[in-house]
């Protein structure tokens, strides 16, 4: 009767290599990542090697085409390490598998196999100054001239602005709305591209982010991913999977928060009694035990549904992301609370993680507009 809540052998090995490589590559190092703002390249490129920069692009493309539960499964293991990390070699795993799934042969054969081996690395280019949650009114042009597309806008908020060499972007070659939109592969040096000053930001600082400015950027009309008038689709799409795995690392922050919270209590004495034998602190930790176990099983649920491309995939997506973060915020928020003053310290991860999961909630689309797109699909006649 529980086999079907189970993961399979193969899912469990993938689960254990991807802790091992956190365990060894990741958690060691990740503190001095988030103080000296340090983007680690290598150990990025590390993950690369284990098949963690294509996780759902083809075999016949040099992927390891894995479903999106075994992608949720990576990107939650590496996140007990550091969400920031882990967050970025998702976004890159999104980027590859548009170009894989909807790209041209031209435009795979130029771009894929340096991806694959993560020696180029590629943003996600959607959100705009002006167009965040309403992305469908985004600015950035592309006009067709002759066999190129010129490109001028802004994006806003990029991961790996000014540090990846691949940008898959959106752009408006027709008319306003979702249907005037395409998807464009532009590359960091090519004449035009040109990046902001880095963000300042409260967290996931062991990655850059950045404007990404196109003024006059000539595209070759083989870079084009999917049709014309297509890009909001795969725009979509692509976020399906973001939000899995974004709520994914939301998961294994918050493991990794409730186990520093066990663990410090256990240890930590006050009024001669250890803080894990006061009955409040255990009420504390079992409702933080059980949210994320209720979260991790509707996020494993849709992973499945939009592996199977279920027809109620995106339903299934926005309710797991919603939970998944918010859950994975309350739950560090209380780990720091268990934490006391020592919660507040750099000196313990908590502060970290509580810092880092606070942006799950608002990217890959704000956790309003999950139930925004929950609403509309509960109320669809």
Known sequence: MTDQFDLTDDQREIQELARRFTADRITPFAAEWDEKHIFPRDTIKAAAELGFA?????????????????????MEAMAYGCPSTSAFISIHNMASWMIDRFGGQAVKDRYLPSLVTMDRIASYCLTEPGSGSDAAALKTRAVRDGDHYVVNGTKQFISGGGENEVYVTMVRTGAEGPKGISCLVIEKDMPGVSF?????????????????????????????????????????????????????????????????AIGYTRDRKQFGTA???????????????????????????????????????????????????????????????????YGYLMDYPIERFWRDLRVHSILEGTNQVMRMIIGRELTRQ
Not at 211 to 230: S, Y
């Open 54 to 74: 294509s996780i759902y692009v083809s075999e016949e493309s040099g992927g390891i085409n894995l479903g999106r539960l075994e992608a949720a499964l990576i």
């Open 196 to 260: 902001g000053a880095n963000e300042r930001k409260l967290g996931w600082h062991s990655q850059p982010t950045a404007q990404v400015i196109f003024e006059d950027v000539r595209i070759p009309v083989d870079n084009l991913v999917g049709g014309e008038g297509e890009g909001f689709r795969i725009a979509m799409m692509g976020l399906d999977g973001g939000r899995l795995n974004i709520g994914a690392c939301s998961l294994g922050g918050a493991q990794r928060c409730l186990d520093e």
């Open 275 to 341: 803080i894990a034998d006061f009955q409040n602190t255990q009420f504390m930790l079992a409702d933080m035990a059980t949210d994320l176990e209720a979260a991790r099983a509707l996020l494993y649920m849709a992973a499945a549904k939009v592996t199977a491309n279920a027809p109620d995939k995106t339903k299934f997506a926005a309710m797991a992301k919603r939970l998944a973060t918010d859950t994975g915020s309350a739950v560090a928020d209380r780990a720091l609370q268990l934490h006391g003053g």
